[in-house]
Structures are given as structure tokens and as C-alpha cells.
């Protein structure tokens, strides 16, 4: 039976049971079952490649000592060792290690769903039918995983932490990370830019053991819901990541602007901030009086202007409303322009982000040090014979690559203007009070015709109408009279 078979058919015994209900509490429910084996598999692993060894978690509740038996306990005993025993303790058991501290992050607000024994031991035994210390299986496994997360965007609102493969893939390249640099995502969601970055890496610049020491001693990231955390956590742990314990369960925007330290600022922001929303009281208060606002997006923004090391930066997905907007949205942009070398804005269609929002975006990339001069502007298109992006014809990376192939490599050289990109100095920006939402100068504006000439036209439309109208009734009353 192939991978993504058996997800599936784990999938359709958890349908039948009354607990689950709807795609977010089966994905909740499978990644917490998911995350027990993946990682008990790996301790296995290291407990025969280091000395000492031990994993966080206790003997009686491994993977091994009560799941991998197909044999084993089921039914109503099943149910009464995980409510009761299983979840209480691996919530509520002090970490001694950064793996432990992991391990109580995950189960901290996970919940058991299901109610019926015999069939969480049926999902049971299928999900030990993976090894995920075989690498082909752990691989082919990461790939169902992604699909995993893109189902997941059917489930209610959660497109707000999912950003497209294509985007991610794209900004991770132009960015270009490497081994020995700090990298942050300060809203990570399902973790779709550090598995990106960590593909990235090993395909460019890992070569030596050291080489992957370094890449994984750099990663940092935050995310505040508890699902997607679960989720990102697991997808670390998949992609060979030994202490994901760097991946933190909390609201980045909770501690204030100026507590982030010198020793805390980082080469590379990779993100997509949540936008759309607003933050809960007090959170602004956080945060400088020029830049407080309750809009998300903008305290990320404010945020990672200060995070980045002098030299350092940023790929950073925003909505079209932080270009054009004014008060706080006007001074962040005065800052980030005086901070940083805005050097590219790539404007993305509305339909990138459907089916979960229909809403213009942008890719920012800056670079932390030196005042911005020019900012040169990229306007990506939906492919030919295509009237927009959707669930089943999603924007792909090769979409991206005639931007990629404009770029100019890593010092940007060579640029030229062109039906798609255009430069605007910073001192047109200022003029126009900080307002970045530019169009396309080289597009030729649809001639909609003379406003006066439309609009007798209009009228003379309305009048045929009225007296068509007036006809119908005429003829509709001699048919009724007769």
C-alpha cells in the first residue's frame, strides 16, 4: 500500500468516528498520533547513535510501549490510558531538555477527539506501517504532509497560515540562505518557509556534517496558534530537524519592541505575517506611540525592521493596504525606506492567495543598513490562457521564473525596465507621501471613452428601456381585457 493510500484510509476510519468532526479536528487529531511515532522513531534512532541518551518522553507512554503492538491494548482501555494517563502527563510534565520543552509545547492545547477504542487502534496499526527512520518513506511521507496542510485549507478560516509552495519556494531562493546565518520567521504557521529554507541549504550549501550542525543551529520561529505550532513542529521533525524546540508556542507581538535585544537580531526574516486581522488589547502597547496600531501586519513589519542585524534581510508578504495606507501604515513605510534598502516589490494578482482571500499582495525584499534610493517594481501575471489562480490551477514556481531570470543574481545586476518592471526613485516616493502602491506605468490604460458621451449614452439606454417597458404593458392589458 502506498503513503498516501494509507493516510487515507487513516482518513476514512476517523469519519466514522462521532468525536471527529470536520477536517481541522482530523488533522489536529492525526498530527498529535503522527507526532508520537515520528518522534519515537527518532529516539530509537538516537539511542543507538548517542551515548546517553535518553528521550523526553516517559517509558510507559512511548509510541513503542503501548501503540506498536497491533495486538495491543483497545477498546474502552485505550481510550482510559490516553485521556487519562497519556495527555495529562505529557501536558503537564516539567521539561528538563529543549526535546521535552517540545514534546509539552505540542500537547499543551492538543485534545483527543476520538471516542471509539476500537477504532483509534485501527489508526493506530496503520500509522505503524510508516518507518520514519527509512529516509525514502520519511521523504515520501513529507510530501503527503504538504498535501496534509493544503487540505486543511478547507477547513474554516485557516488559510491564514498557509502561503503558497510557489511563494515560499521563490522568496527562499531570491534570499538565498545559507548554513551559519540566523534565520526568523516570526509567524510561521505550518512552517512552509523553514522547510523551503532547509531544502534550499541542503541542496545549495550542506556538504559537510558541520555544514548541517550550522543550518539547524540557526533556525528561529514563533507561531501563536496551537494547531498550526503542532503541525510546524511535526513538519521539522520530518525534515530531519533533531531539536525543533527553536519553533516557539507564542505571540511574538506579546513582549515589547524594545526587550529584543542586540544579541537577538538575525540575518534572514522570511514570513508572512497574518494580515486582515487585529491584535487583542494592550498588544500595542508594546510598541513605540509612532507605530501602534491593532493591525497585525503592521506591528510584524515595525518588528522585523528592528530584528534584522545591520547587512541583514528580509522577504515579506504583504497586503496591498500596507502600501497605500496612511497614519502609522506612512511612518512604518518612512522607516523602513530610512532603515533599509527596499530594493524590490514583486505585486502578486488577487487570485494567489484563493480561494482563502481575494486580496492584492506583495512580496517586499529589503536589506537592513543603507537608506533605500530606488525600488524597482515587478508585476507578475497569470499565465496565458488563464483568467485567474485557483484551487486547481494554482500558481507554480516556474510562474516566478521570468522574474527570477530579471533579478540579476545576488547583487541585483543588470536590470532593465520592460512591460513588467519599472523603478521609482525614493524621492517620488516621499512626494507621494510614502504611497508605494504603483501601477504599472508601461500598461496602456483601457480607454473607456469620453465620461459626458458615456453617460448621454446611458441615458438615451434607459429611456428605450422605459419605453419597451411601456409597451409590454400595453400589450399585456388588450391580452388580459380580451
Not at 258 to 278: A, H, M, Q, Y
Not at 410 to 431: I, L, N, Q, T
Request: aromatic share 8%; proline share 6%; with cysteine.
Amino acid at each position: 500500500m502506498s503513503i498516501r493510500t494509507l493516510v487515507k484510509s487513516i482518513q476514512d476510519i476517523m469519519r466514522q468516528d462521532s468525536g471527529v468532526d470536520g477536517d481541522a479536528q482530523r488533522i489536529s487529531q492525526l498530527c498529535w498520533m503522527f507526532f508520537l511515532k515520528i518522534i519515537d522513531d527518532q529516539d530509537q534512532e538516537f539511542e543507538l547513535l548517542k551515548e546517553g541518551y535518553r528521550s523526553p518522553i516517559p517509558a510507559r507512554l512511548q509510541w513503542r510501549a503501548w501503540a506498536a503492538d497491533p495486538e495491543g491494548i483497545t477498546g474502552e482501555e485505550l481510550l482510559a490510558f490516553i485521556n487519562g494517563d497519556l495527555f495529562p502527563t505529557l501536558k503537564e510534565r516539567p521539561p528538563a531538555t529543549p526535546r521535552a520543552r517540545t514534546v509539552r509545547d505540542v500537547f499543551e492545547d492538543a485534545y483527543n477527539y476520538m471516542k471509539s477504542g476500537q477504532l483509534m487502534r485501527q489508526v493506530v496499526n496503520k500509522i505503524n506501517q510508516i518507518d520514519f527512520n527509512n529516509l525514502s518513506e520519511r521523504q515520501h511521507f513529507g510530501d503527503i504532509y504538504e498535501q496534509i496542510l493544503n487540505d486543511l485549507q478547507s477547513a474554516g478560516n485557516s488559510g491564514e497560515y498557509y502561503t503558497p509552495r510557489a511563494v515560499t519556494s521563490f522568496m527562499v531562493r531570491m534570499i538565498d540562505p545559507r548554513p551559519g546565518e540566523t534565520l526568523f520567521d516570526p509567524a510561521c504557521g505550518t512552517g512552509g518557509f523553514l522547510t523551503c529554507a532547509i531544502r534550499h541549504m541542503r541542496d545549495h550549501y550542506v556538504k559537510r556534517p558541520e555544514d548541517e550542525v550550522a543550518l539547524q543551529a540557526g533556525l528561529r520561529a514563533v507561531e501563536k496558534k496551537q494547531l498550526p505550532h503542532m503541525l510546524a513542529v511535526t513538519n521539522m521533525l520530518l525534515h530531519g530537524v533533531e531539536d525543533p524546540s527553536f519553533l516557539r508556542h507564542d505571540n511574538t507581538l506579546a513582549r515589547p519592541y524594545i526587550s529584543w535585544g542586540k544579541d537577538e537580531r538575525v540575518d534572514i526574516v522570511l514570513t508572512n505575517p497574518p494580515f486582515g486581522g487585529r491584535e487583542e488589547d494592550g498588544i500595542e502597547s508594546n510598541f513605540p506611540q509612532h507605530f501602534r496600531t491593532r493591525e497585525t501586519a503592521d506591528l510584524f513589519l515595525a518588528l522585523i525592521i528592528r530584528l534584522l542585524k545591520p547587512g541583514g534581510r528580509a522577504a515579506v508578504v504583504l497586503p496591498d493596504g500596507s502600501l497605500f495606507g496612511e497614519g502609522v501604515k506612512t511612518r512604518l513605510k518612512e522607516a523602513l525606506m530610512e532603515e533599509c534598502n527596499l530594493h524590490t516589490i514583486v505585486r502578486l494578482p488577487n487570485s494567489v492567495f484563493r480561494p482563502y482571500a481575494s486580496i492584492g499582495t506583495n512580496l517586499l525584499f529589503f536589506e537592513k543598513g543603507t537608506p533605500t534610493r530606488d525600488i524597482w517594481f515587478w508585476e507578475h501575471r497569470v499565465p496565458e490562457g488563464q483568467k485567474a489562480y485557483s484551487m486547481t490551477r494554482p500558481i507554480r514556481l516556474e510562474h516566478l521564473d521570468d522574474c527570477a531570470a530579471w533579478w540579476g543574481g545576488p547583487r541585483r545586476e543588470g536590470r532593465v525596465e520592460s512591460d513588467r518592471a519599472w523603478k521609482v526613485s525614493a524621492e517620488e516616493v516621499k512626494a507621494r507621501g510614502y504611497n508605494l502602491d504603483i501601477k504599472n506605468p508601461h500598461t496602456v490604460a483601457d480607454d473607456h471613452g469620453d465620461p459626458e458621451a458615456l453617460l448621454a449614452d446611458l441615458t438615451a439606454a434607459e429611456a428605450e428601456v422605459a419605453a419597451l417597458r411601456d409597451q409590454l404593458k400595453v400589450i399585456l392589458s388588450e391580452a388580459l381585457a380580451r
